[in-house]
T-cell receptor, first 114, second 114 residues
Framework: QKEVEQNSGPLSVPEGAIASLNCTYS??????FFWYRQYSGKSPELIMS????GDKEDGRFTAQLNKASQYVSLLIRDSQPSDSATYLC??????????????FGKGTHLIIQP | DGGITQSPKYLFRKEGQNVTLSCEQN?????MYWYRQDPGQGLRLIYY???????QKGDIAEGYSVSREKKESFPLTVTSAQKNPTAFYLC?????????????FGDGTRLSIL
């Protein structure tokens, strides 16, 4: 079974700074990776997906993937208090690209300090 | 608006009782999923279905059952055999065709034991 590891935190970052969230995984064949944001008591919301090595930027968010090191990260620039949430890293179960479900890490709790 | 609707939002189960959680989607997605989330934990896959009238067990299927009679609907029954049912249950859906399709979640159902 695939394993997805995240530091549970809490990770405390000053407002306006860059928040860096990390995720490592055990399976070398995974082709896609997803970052979800989950506010307390709410359901996960997809914020980024990445499939190729390198960086992918979307607004204040940048996902970074290094398949050789089995490492994916999420950077949040100009952090805002509204970014305070738990961030979940996920990758597909099996080799079906996600059609067989996703394996999730336990999440990193991010706190943005005003 | 297109989306995934889960009901009820809160549900209480008595000892020895089966309860059914509803999940409906109008996104025309082929694949649907059920996850369970315990406090401070990531999501764990219970069951998934890629097409109508077919479904597969996930990592923690024991004590649960599902059906997929319509593309739009994927109800989950928590049976009396599930001895620790208290959790946050999340339904998700995605396009099955093509790799790396992200999953989108409903608002969830919180189940507790009376």
């Amino acid at each position: 079974q695939k394993e997805v590891e995240q530091n549970s935190g809490p990770l405390s970052v000053p407002e306006g700074a860059i928040a860096s969230l990390n995720c490592t995984y055990s399976d070398r064949v995974s082709q896609s990776f997803f970052w979800y944001r989950q506010y307390s008591g709410k359901s996960p919301e997809l914020i980024m997906s990445i499939y190729s090595n390198g960086d992918k930027e979307d607004g204040r968010f940048t996902a970074q993937l290094n398949k050789a090191s089995q490492y994916v990260s999420l950077l949040i620039r100009d952090s805002q208090p509204s970014d305070s949430a738990t961030y979940l890293c996920a990758l597909p179960e099996g080799s079906g690209g996600g059609a067989d479900g996703l394996t999730f890490g336990k999440g990193t709790h991010l706190i943005i300090q005003p | 608006d297109g989306g995934i609707t889960q009901s009820p939002k809160y549900l209480f189960r008595k000892e020895g009782q089966n309860v059914t959680l509803s999940c409906e989607q109008n996104l025309n997605h082929d694949a649907m999923y059920w996850y369970r989330q315990d406090p401070g934990q990531g999501l764990r896959l219970i069951y998934y279905s890629q097409i109508v009238n077919d479904f597969q067990k996930g990592d923690i299927a024991e004590g649960y059952s599902v059906s997929r009679e319509k593309k739009e609907s994927f109800p989950l029954t928590v049976t009396s055999a599930q001895k620790n049912p208290t959790a946050f249950y999340l339904c998700a859906s995605s396009m099955r065709q093509g790799l790396n399709q992200p999953q989108h979640f409903g608002d969830g159902t919180r189940l507790s034991i009376l």
